[in-house]
């Protein structure tokens, strides 16, 4: 039997190698971390897992022929194919492969590819939406599947919050290739029907893999062109699709969305007792006001009016401000009779709610309008029978008479003397003229 020197052995699997091996091949692994020395040499393992077992290979890239300045350390722990050519080291009998070019492979490349789409959509202000969220949705477009839990979740939690919602399914594919078609058109059926006031897009979780059709670059266009507000909710934690950032809000649950879009029918109903309340506050507020303005009239004209004028003026103010305070108590009891009565309705028919809040505000408008004008007329009222009694008052002043060329005769006492069997000779003193008064010693009487 023939002695092989490891030359002989080196060189023959060399030549093997290089028959076997002729043209560059792709080689798909992990790749472990590498080592670079000093003079740009590059040295890893691909590693693959199978059968139970770890089979491994060298690669290598050599500093002086690494021309595409591969970087071998931006790949570690990551999943690859590379490209390059097997190469069979007689010298030292080491079998490596002699990398040329590197690609990540499957989700890694994936992920790779979005985070660049990512970065011109971003760059294109596609994840800028700024529409605004109705605050009481009349009805709401849902686009998810027609089968399954989660659709249901969704009519639970509006139905919950906002029972007067209407909600139109608009069923679509929400996985695998058709997908992001799917959700396309029923975006686009939405916007064409124009009745949704906002759009939830939901479904329940899945891999990453299971979410590709919500990084499709036309459906997130679709998202950011619609002219309705879109909400998503995509069950899906820590990976957040660009679905998500195109979005006006992104929720992690498909009832989370549903709930975000839906007021509270309690938090409304609390909203309501509040307002009544400080609705009345400022009614009995503002009467006080009214009262304290016409004591203020009462007082600045009192004493230009007798005693019992003012008397009955008080008691008719009085009487006035019962009737007032009456017909206030009558209405707001008349308020929340029909907030009882809206409330009760909205327990037995949630859809009716909406027409009796409705009812209920015009009730509240009206009654203060009414409230406003009676206190209007009350006050016109009163100011002109003040201005009356003023013009009665001022018509008794005796300066007036004196002015119109009549006189007042004064006894030594002085008294005013009224009637001639009063007069005697030597018993008028004065005589009172408009502009002055007039001593008189003796008067003749005829």
């Known amino acids: ?216 670059e036309s459906l997130v266009r679709t998202i950011y062109n619609s002219q309705i507000p879109i909400v998503t909710g995509i069950g899906h934690e820590p990976d957040i699709t660009l679905a998500d950032y195109a979005s006006d809000k992104s929720t992690p649950t498909p009832t989370a969305a549903a709930e975000y879009v839906t007021p509270n029918s309690d938090d409304i109903k609390n909203s309501i007792d509040i307002f009544i309340s400080k609705l009345y506050d400022r009614l009995l507020s503002q009467l006080e006001a009214y009262k304290n303005q016409t004591d203020k009239k009462l007082l600045s004209i009192k004493q230009f009016n007798p005693k019992q004028i003012i008397k009955n003026n008080n008691e008719e103010r009085k009487r006035l401000e019962k009737m007032f305070e009456i017909k206030i108590k009558v209405k707001v009891n008349e308020i929340y009779s029909m907030l009882r009565i809206s409330s009760a309705r909205l327990k037995s028919n949630y859809r009716n709610i909406n027409q009796s809040l409705k009812l209920l505000k015009k009730s509240v408008v009206h009654a203060r309008k009414d409230i406003i004008e009676k206190k209007k007329s009350l006050l016109v009222g009163k100011t002109a029978q003040i201005d009356n009694m003023v013009k009665m008052v001022s018509s008794y002043n005796p300066s007036l008479n004196l002015k119109r060329g009549f006189s007042i005769i004064r006894s030594n006492d002085n008294k005013i003397i009224k009637s001639i069997k009063f007069f005697k000779r030597k018993n008028v003193a004065s005589i009172e003229l408009s502009d002055g008064s007039v001593k008189v010693k003796n008067v003749e009487i005829e």
Not at 111 to 133: C, M, P, S, V
Not at 158 to 170: G, K, V
Not at 178 to 200: F, G
Not at 206 to 216: A, E, T, V, W
């Open 1 to 216: 039997m023939k002695i092989y020197s490891i030359k002989e052995v080196n060189t023959k699997i060399r030549v093997a190698v290089e028959q076997l091996f002729d043209d560059d091949i792709l080689i798909k692994g992990e790749l472990q971390p590498p080592k670079k020395y000093s003079n740009g040499s590059q040295y890893c393992q691909l590693l693959e897992k199978a059968d139970n077992k770890q089979y491994q290979i060298a690669c290598v890239i050599l500093g002086w022929e690494n021309f595409s300045g591969i970087e071998l350390q931006e790949y570690s722990g990551q999943e690859v194919i590379v490209t390059g050519k097997i190469d069979f080291y007689d010298g030292s009998g080491r079998l490596q492969v002699k990398i040329n070019n590197v690609e990540i492979f499957g989700e890694g490349a994936l992920r790779q590819k979005i985070e660049k789409l990512k970065k011109k959509l971003a760059d294109e202000g596609i994840f800028n939406n700024t529409r605004n969220l109705p605050s009481f949705p009349e009805n709401i477009g849902v686009i998810t599947s027609e089968q399954g839990a989660v659709i249901h979740d969704v009519q639970s939690a509006i139905n919950r919050r906002f029972p007067i919602s209407n909600i139109l399914l608009y069923p679509s594919i929400v996985q695998g290739d058709s997908a992001s078609k799917s959700l396309i058109r029923q975006i686009q059926k939405a916007n064409k029907d124009k009745i949704s006031n906002v759009i939830l897009i939901v479904r329940g979780g899945g891999s990453f893999f299971d979410l590709m059709p919500f990084n499709d």
